[in-house]
């Protein structure tokens, strides 16, 4: 009786584990442009994923981002981490206003299919508005030796004194190719 349950533990335990290991696996490094409060500099912000963690539950990774911006949540400091996990080919970031995971990217989508993302209130320090991700078109483009699905979007919201939009490309196994998050609507 205990070697099968054992062996049940140990199946989830490592289903878990390859799980979190899909999306930002440790050492992965994203760098972005920066533009710096109200100012003209213009720089790099590098994102790492630094290592794992559990919250509510579930294996996360650890990402660092080297400077607080616009498009990234932030503290005080200029060194940020923040959470994500992927499941299901659907990769949630961990929104600590609402002690909860919301989609950040959803490599499931198709044509016309959407998702909401919601940032959190602390960061921006205005009303709770949803970020809608509508997909238009998906592809593939070969990058880094690979064929990669790459998802044009449109990033929009419609709320809370906000109205906006933007296009952007999300390319599987990397994000979306301008923003980390999808900050700059607001």
Not at 73 to 85: A, I, R, S
Not at 135 to 163: C, E, R
């Amino acid at each position: 009786m205990k070697t099968p349950l054992l062996s049940l533990f140990v199946l989830f335990t490592f289903q878990t584990f390859i799980n979190a290991q899909n999306w930002a696996p440790v050492g992965a490094k994203w760098t972005y442009t920066y533009t710096k409060f109200w100012s003209p500099e213009i720089s790099y912000n590098i994102v790492e994923s630094v290592g794992d963690t559990t919250i509510n539950g579930k294996s996360c990774r650890i990402l660092r981002s080297e400077k607080e911006a616009c498009d990234m949540p932030w503290e005080d400091g200029n060194q940020v981490d923040f959470y994500m996990y992927d499941e299901n080919d659907t990769v949630y970031y961990y929104n600590p206003d609402l002690n909860d995971f919301t989609i950040l990217y959803d490599f499931n989508a198709q044509v016309g299919d959407e998702w909401i993302t919601e940032m959190p209130q602390s960061q921006f320090n205005v009303a709770d508005v949803p970020v809608f991700v509508r997909v238009d078109s998906v592809g593939i483009v070969a990058a880094a030796g690979m064929d990669l699905k790459i998802w044009h979007v449109t990033y929009y919201v419609n709320g809370g004194g906000f109205q906006n939009q933007y296009k952007s490309a999300i390319v599987e196994k990397w994000g979306d190719l301008q923003s980390f998050f999808t900050i700059r609507l607001i």
